[in-house]
């Protein structure tokens, strides 16, 4: 086999960090004329039916752009030509995921058709109660509506709320994605999109953790080990990933495609790290990105 289509041989103190060491090694210039596939399939653990990187999809996608910058003008991404019919993890569905009863499309600027339809919900006054959650199947923020009421066994409070008369009407755009085939997606929500174990974790080890745990219970522990979202699992190896990176690329004339948006870059950072460090991390990925 052709060197450059065999596995990177790392120096014995890389390779003895494991895949995380050598993406960094990677990272620091040793990408330079290489092939997209060779370093994304060097730096792995598994099979080449199913592999995990250590980094979430926020760094993937930086480890993507650190290859760019080290090829500009010259980005080999696979040996073999892309194939015509190959596609990228696009959204498309027939029928509403939130209600099939939703018959109604809009198009947005972007090209992705989305449920218009309204969901109408009557509400007594002073009883509304909103919480914002991000769904999955409109990709968004959605606020959600619904109806406070007082427990049965608070006599008064629920006699109040019984001969409460007036309503509120409250109206919910659905928003749920049908087809996103028409729009640009970027590099980050593609690879978010092939994770097979979205938000791939480990247990947390690390001091800092602990220590922003402790700050806000006023206590002293260790980190009892919580899920941190920093692995990322695909069913096929890292020369297969070129390819989905290779399109993601091709999407717009002069790689004009973008590595994220604010909004990707915001729901991967809430998925992959804890509360108290979302603004740290949605700084340090939007300077980098
Ligand atoms: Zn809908």
Redesign the pocket.
Same mark, same amino acid.
């Given at each position: 086999m052709l060197l450059e289509l065999e596995k990177i041989k790392f120096p014995p103190e890389v390779a003895e960090k494991g895949p995380s060491g050598e993406a960094e090694y990677l990272k620091e210039g040793n990408m330079k004329g290489r092939f997209l596939g060779q370093c994304l399939d060097s730096c792995r653990w598994g099979s080449p039916y199913d592999i995990m990187y250590e980094m979430n999809s926020l760094e993937m996608t930086e480890f993507v752009k650190n290859w760019i910058e080290q090829n500009p003008d010259n980005l080999r991404f696979h040996y073999k030509e892309l194939s015509k019919d190959f596609e990228l993890p696009y959204i498309d569905r027939e029928v !509403?995921p939130? %209600?099939e009863e939703?018959k109604l499309r809009g198009k947005g600027l972007d090209g992705t058709i989305r !449920?218009i %339809?309204e969901d109408i919900k009557r509400i007594k006054e002073g009883y509304l109660f909103t919480w914002k959650k991000f769904d999955s199947r409109s990709n968004s923020v959605r606020t959600e509506y619904s109806e406070n009421r007082p427990f049965i066994e608070d006599e008064e409070a629920w006699e109040e709320y019984k001969n409460q008369k007036n309503k509120v009407t409250v109206l919910q755009r659905?928003g749920?994605i049908l087809s996103d085939r028409g729009a640009v997606l970027p590099l980050a929500e593609i690879l978010d999109r092939l994770n097979e174990v979205p938000g791939g974790h480990s247990f947390c080890k690390t001091k800092n953790c602990a220590d922003a745990i402790n700050k806000e219970l006023d206590i002293n522990r260790e980190c009892f080990g919580h899920i941190v979202y920093d692995h990322y699992v695909l069913p096929f190896d890292g020369w297969y990933l070129a390819k989905y990176v290779q399109k993601w690329y091709e999407q717009l004339p002069k790689g004009t495609a973008p590595f994220t948006t604010p909004s990707v870059t915001d729901k991967l950072v809430k998925k992959t790290t804890t509360p108290d460090r979302v603004e740290v991390m949605k700084k340090k990925w939007n300077k980098i990105l």
């Open positions: !509403c939130i %209600n939703h !449920c %339809n659905c749920a």
